[in-house]
């Protein structure tokens, strides 16, 4: 049972989950009149401030860099502002939530569960407003969520039901009607068409109430549904690969589908129930489609995590004493490893910060200056190995540490697999508090590579709180963003002055997220090491002095060491320095450039072998790498970007152990471009090769055989290529796919830079490829490239 829980907070997120329509209908209509959307930077003078000191901050640009996921900016559909959703252009959106775990495609409807007097029927999935839109059957409001979805270029997650039971009609009823049960604790205060009245599921002393004929308004459930379900989205929308559904969530809060969904769910969830039951699903998913990404279990907190209720005999005691999402990873793995077959690609969870009961963070306001402390105090949970919760958690089991904690999951029970929070909220999104609370949080998820975060209760555009997702995505209304490469940055007191870096791959810049947590303006050093300031840096500062813009401050000098700055008190600081250092895209004036993105470059090929006398190479020894493929393939697939959505796949098996294995494949067409190599002329370009950890096909170190290949045309009409012409990378290994091997890590991006100018100077670019090349080797490859460009 939930013990010492903040219970009132988790209850409150269950209450507004599924809200009266109506009532709801109100609450946002309210919400829109009383908020007013500003633009968002106005030009300010610059304040000096008399500052106390603050703590020392360091930034090292070329150390301990990742990749930032740009998914961890995302939303839950569930009360989702689409206005602001839009601006941001968020990269993905969760239709989740307990309603979705009765969902029934085929009559487009669902039950509210305990989020609301188990009433079911009506159209659609309710979402907390108008976004989920009506739906008339046949998944019309899910495919309704996607098409929007795929409109603004964001990626859908969707949520398949495993329940034993999905709603059977659109008619309008519940699972305990006064009429059939009496007495119970409260009822609705809504009637029925047949004039019934809702009851909430349990008797006057708070027990739950056995619902003695679940079938008299639910029908089975099966793989068999999600699977021709499945089939739907692909046929309506697409495969994932091609643009389909972005993730598929496998339910939703599993551990309490006891409380949440007792009519149909009674008793508590077995740790080998939930693994057979998300296998099952799965397997009926990526049968259909096997591009589909599968993320779960999606578990509601820390009882979940261990799975501290479980049933007699598949629980804890009964699996070696592991926790839940222990004994889950465990057995995804197993799977993996005698059929193989990936079915897990996303390890999710949900997390609501725990604290006392006089305190109250997720999904409330912001309360007063000791709660807002907490609030601030309780995003060290994420990652902090010595910081004990403020609440049972923290009494019980010390440090929750939790990202660094489902790394370690990860790495121990089945590696490869990507982690995220498909649902958290720390509160006070109408408050500055909510703001600093959030722009903190986005920092933490880049710095500790999270994979994935969609926020539950999402802020409306004109709270405090969207302005932190601003403060990353648009902080100066141009879309101009936080940068995609986290960069080394630390504070020497992360409780009064936080200092989040990353570099920009688009541009180079180094953009710093600085956010003080404190009532007082503070002054800090920053030591700046391993980057060359190109020029002055911009300012952009959101703060309590102006709670409706994002104000842009006068330019400030930056030398190549550093710089000194003041820090209002209760204030997000977005610092973007131009560097002339060429690490992240290339640097210098563009030439080509695309990112595979909506609105970027995309390839004039696919799939296409570049045949014909040298210096072109065609394809020998090489097919396709599974399913019935005859030959390698290289598109675009929206997944595994390294900055946005889109990255450019590639794949094949080489069959001959013996001799020659390679396949080249056009992509790129410049000749009607003047892309002239100048002597300083840099080609730059990010890949990832996968292993047999996160991709099934792949055999060895085949998949890091890969090389950015370009054809040139010379002035008297000759041709060469950029394999042949020994330019190496920054590493001195030479631009060829076969000099390649071995040397780039697997399942990480990888940045590879090289100067073209020293060998193929004043020769035109005529076309880009992609070459693969691995003699006297047989199995698969596969990876993918982004954000390519030719600059200088």
């Not at 703001?435 to 999270?450: H, K, M, P, Y």
């Amino acid at each position: 049972m939930l013990l010492n829980r903040n219970d009132s907070a988790h209850q409150q997120r269950q209450d507004r989950a599924l809200m009266p329509r109506r009532l709801t209908s109100l609450i946002l209509i309210s919400v829109v009149l009383l908020t007013t959307v500003i633009a968002f930077f106005v030009p300010g003078t610059r304040t000096i401030f008399a500052a106390g000191n603050g703590p020392a901050l360091t930034v090292d640009a070329q150390s301990n860099r990742h990749t930032i996921s740009r998914d961890i900016y995302g939303m839950n559909l569930y009360a989702v502002d689409e206005n602001l959703a839009k601006e941001l252009k968020l990269s993905n959106e969760r239709m989740g939530g307990n309603n979705t775990s009765t969902y029934n495609w085929q009559i487009d409807s669902s039950n509210a569960g305990n989020d609301y007097f188990y009433e079911g029927g009506g159209d659609g999935v309710y979402m907390g407003g108008s976004n989920a839109g009506t739906g008339s059957g046949n998944g019309a409001s899910v495919d309704r969520f996607v098409n929007n979805m795929q409109a603004q270029g964001t990626k859908a997650m969707i949520t398949i039901p495993m329940l034993p039971y999905l709603t059977k009609t659109r008619d309008m009823n519940c699972s305990y009607p006064k009429s059939n049960y009496q007495p119970q604790q409260y009822y609705s205060s809504e009637t029925l068409p047949n004039g019934d009245t809702c009851g909430n599921g349990h008797d006057t002393s708070g027990n739950p109430i056995n619902d003695n004929n679940p079938t008299l308004n639910y029908t089975a459930n099966s793989p068999d549904i999600a699977k021709a379900w499945t089939q739907h989205l692909v046929q309506t929308h697409g495969t994932t690969a091609n643009g389909g559904v972005g993730v598929y969530e496998m339910d939703n809060e599993p551990s309490i589908w006891y409380s949440t969904h007792q009519d149909v769910h009674p008793g508590y969830t077995g740790f080998d129930e939930l693994v057979n039951v998300t296998q099952d699903y799965a397997k009926a998913v990526k049968g259909v489609d096997s591009s589909a990404v599968i993320a779960g279990p999606g578990d509601f907190g820390w009882w979940g995590y261990i799975g501290a209720q479980a049933p007699a005999g598949d629980g804890q005691t009964d699996h070696n004493n592991l926790w839940r999402v222990q004994y889950y990873l465990q057995q995804m793995k197993a799977y993996q490893d005698r059929t193989g077959t990936r079915l897990l690609d996303y390890l999710t969870e949900h997390y609501y910060p725990n604290t006392r009961s006089q305190f109250c963070l997720s999904l409330c306001d912001a309360g007063n200056s000791a709660n807002q402390q907490e609030r601030l105090n309780s995003t060290r949970s994420l990652w902090d190995p010595t910081y004990v919760d403020n609440s049972w958690i923290g009494d019980q089991y010390g440090a929750i540490n939790l990202i660094p904690r489902m790394h370690d999951w990860v790495n121990t029970y089945y590696p490869g697999t990507k982690i995220g929070l498909t649902e958290y909220n720390f509160g006070g999104n109408e408050s500055l508090n909510g703001a600093l609370t959030e722009a903190d949080v986005l920092g933490i998820f880049g710095r500790e590579n999270l994979d994935y975060a969609t926020m539950w209760g999402p802020p409306t555009s004109g709270q405090p709180a969207a302005y932190a997702f601003r403060m990353y995505l648009n902080y100066d209304g141009n879309g101009s963003s936080y940068g995609d490469t986290w960069i080394n940055s630390s504070s020497s007191d992360q409780s009064q002055l936080a200092v989040y870096g990353a570099q920009r791959s688009s541009d180079n810049a180094l953009t710093l997220m600085v956010i003080n947590k404190t009532g007082n303006d503070l002054t800090s050093n920053l030591a700046l090491s391993n980057a060359t300031p190109s020029g002055n840096a911009q300012v952009y500062t959101y703060s309590g002095a102006n709670l409706n813009t994002i104000v842009h401050q006068p330019d400030m000098a930056v030398k190549a060491n550093g710089f000194s700055t003041t820090y209002p008190a209760n204030s997000i600081s977005m610092i973007v320095i131009p560097t002339g250092t060429s690490t992240g895209g290339g640097g210098g004036t563009s030439q080509f450039s695309t990112g595979l993105e909506n609105g970027n470059v995309q390839p004039s090929w696919t799939n296409t072998v570049d045949a014909g006398n040298w210096p072109l190479a065609g394809a020998v020894n090489v097919t396709g790498v599974c399913c019935g493929l005859s030959s390698p393939e290289l598109g675009v697939r929206n997944e595994n970007a390294h900055g946005g959505s889109a990255a450019l796949m590639y794949s094949g098996s080489s069959t001959n152990a013996f001799s020659s294995n390679y396949a080249y494949l056009k992509s790129f067409d410049l000749s009607s471009q003047n892309v002239v190599v100048g002597s300083n002329t840099t080609l730059s370009y990010w890949i990832y090769p996968q292993s047999s950890a996160s991709s099934n096909l792949v055999h060895g170190n085949n998949s890091t055989c890969v090389a950015i290949d370009l054809i040139f045309q010379a002035n008297n009409g000759s041709s060469s290529n950029l394999r042949d012409s020994q330019a190496v990378d920054q590493n001195g290994n030479r631009a060829h796919p076969a000099y390649q091997c071995g040397k780039l890590t697997q399942d990480t991006w990888n940045h590879v830079t090289i100067n073209l100018g020293t060998h193929s100077n004043a020769l035109k670019v005529s076309r880009v490829d992609v070459g693969y090349d691995n003699p006297n080797s047989t199995g698969g490859y596969r990876g993918y490239i982004d954000d390519i460009s030719i600059s200088g």
